[in-house]
């Protein structure tokens, strides 16, 4: 037992100490690329694949299924594409605002994860993983037609997650995590100044910048069952919940030109606009997930997956200032939403598993009215390809493909003297939303 731990405390270490997160592309801002072998089966295993120790993230009663000792480490790439085409754009009292600058905003990002677990005695194993659960990067340029409802926007997530698996009878597992979430956010946005100069002219020809930094640390809980049900099948259920967060940190304003710095010194003479704190309250959701993995043959496995978040904790963004500056409030009103996939996997021999699934995401943002250039988020499908090479019993190298083909989501960001749009603009057109996955996973038992 003493050498189990020693192997188990050295590779969380190493993990623990490379880990950086980043975001990726799923629904909302929901990040599922936590190893290869889920990626290649369109996350059709999640909650009843149990494959090896990785898969604690997906469901935390997957440790119950692995003996030994074994640890697993992944990389995700995600290669996104959110453009905004035939985009229009005016202040409150529709003086147009234009651009030549691309309505682009697409990111490329890396997503590690690392799990590991021993088994303590016939009945207990212990786990630990850590992996980015939600995450979002948007950037655009600083002079696009949106840019006073967003230029950057950064979500990266660290979850470290410690799980204990019971193991009740020789065929059900049940398990509890706790996950302790790190939280780290950037907003910025331009600023018209030039038409807060009173000079119908200087309308989005004299802007200043704002950016918003914030962190936090919060707290949650994961709970898992596997249940083998015949020798064949397999049925898995785990629940992640919710984890409230307030992200404090601090604001910087600042412009580039003459007019801009007038106006930006007049409104800090006023207690507006000035440097100093800020805060978001932000709660990354809960989620559900129900999954059956069937061995049809002793080559071919077949397997589904349901998944619901309940994206309607998601209402609306608001970040609240230090100084006198009103409140900067987003209505999001997001709804609850399911992702279903299938998948099957082929042995085509002791060493080599070929995978493939396909899957449907629904977006949460309800309609074009509370889509925005920070989550251009629309409904979309997956279709994925991957492979697990085992050259001997105790290693397993995975490699997984996924496109996502996401429909085009218009925006209608309305503004009215006394509502949240009243300083950015109206702001219209449709989002054009693409992506390409790659994922490398290496599980190793002991």
Do not use: C
Request: aromatic share 10%; proline share 3%.
């Amino acid at each position: 037992m003493h050498n189990k731990f020693n192997k188990l405390s050295v590779g969380v270490a190493i993990a623990a100490s490379a880990l950086v997160t980043t975001s990726a592309l799923a629904a909302g801002f929901q990040v599922r690329e936590q190893n290869a072998k889920a990626l290649g089966n369109a996350f059709s295993n999640a909650a009843a694949g149990a494959e090896d120790v990785s898969f604690m993230a997906y469901n935390p009663a997957a440790i119950g299924n692995i003996e030994g000792t074994q640890i697993a480490g992944g990389l995700s790439y995600i290669d996104a594409s959110f453009e905004l085409t035939d985009a229009q754009a005016s202040n409150v009292v529709g003086m147009p605002y234009t651009s030549r600058a691309s309505g682009e905003g697409g990111e490329t990002a890396w997503v590690p994860s690392f799990a590991a677990k021993t088994r303590l005695d016939d009945e207990w194993d212990l786990g630990l993983a850590i992996y980015a659960p939600y995450g979002l990067s948007t950037k655009y340029d600083q002079n696009w037609i949106g840019r006073y409802h967003a230029i950057e926007t950064e979500l990266e997530t660290i979850d470290i997650q410690p799980t204990l698996n019971y193991r009740a009878t020789d065929r059900l597992n049940l398990a509890v995590g706790l996950r302790a979430q790190y939280a780290d956010a950037t907003l910025s946005n331009a600023i018209d100044l030039g038409g807060r100069s009173g000079d119908p002219a200087l309308v989005g020809n004299a802007d200043g910048m704002a950016e918003v930094t914030g962190d936090d640390w919060g707290y949650g809980y994961t709970l898992g069952a596997l249940f083998q049900a015949t020798e064949q099948t397999r049925l898995g259920v785990s629940y992640r919940s919710e984890v409230d967060l307030t992200l404090d940190g601090d604001v910087d304003y600042s412009a580039d030109n003459a007019v801009g710095q007038q106006v930006l010194a007049g409104a800090q003479a006023t207690g507006q606009l000035q440097d100093g704190g800020g805060k978001a309250d932000i709660t990354t959701p809960a989620n559900l997930n129900l999954g059956v993995y069937h061995q049809l043959t002793d080559r071919l496995a077949l397997m589904a997956n349901a998944e619901w978040t309940e994206w309607s904790s998601f209402d609306e963004l608001v970040v609240q200032f230090d100084d006198n500056t009103p409140d900067s409030r987003t209505e999001e009103n997001w709804d609850d939403t399911w992702a279903f996939s299938v998948g099957a996997n082929y042995t085509l021999n002791p060493q080599w598993i070929l995978r493939a699934g396909l899957g449907i995401d629904e977006s949460p943002v309800p309609s074009a009215e509370y889509r925005t250039p920070r989550v251009p988020d629309a409904d979309r499908r997956w279709a994925s390809l991957g492979a697990t090479w085992m050259p001997n019993d105790n290693l397993g190298i995975s490699a997984g493909y996924m496109r996502v083909f996401a429909d085009d989501g218009d925006i209608d960001q309305d503004a009215t003297p006394t509502n949240e749009n009243a300083s950015r603009g109206n702001l219209s057109g449709s989002y054009e939303v693409d992506a390409d996955v790659f994922a490398l996973s290496v599980d190793y038992r002991f």
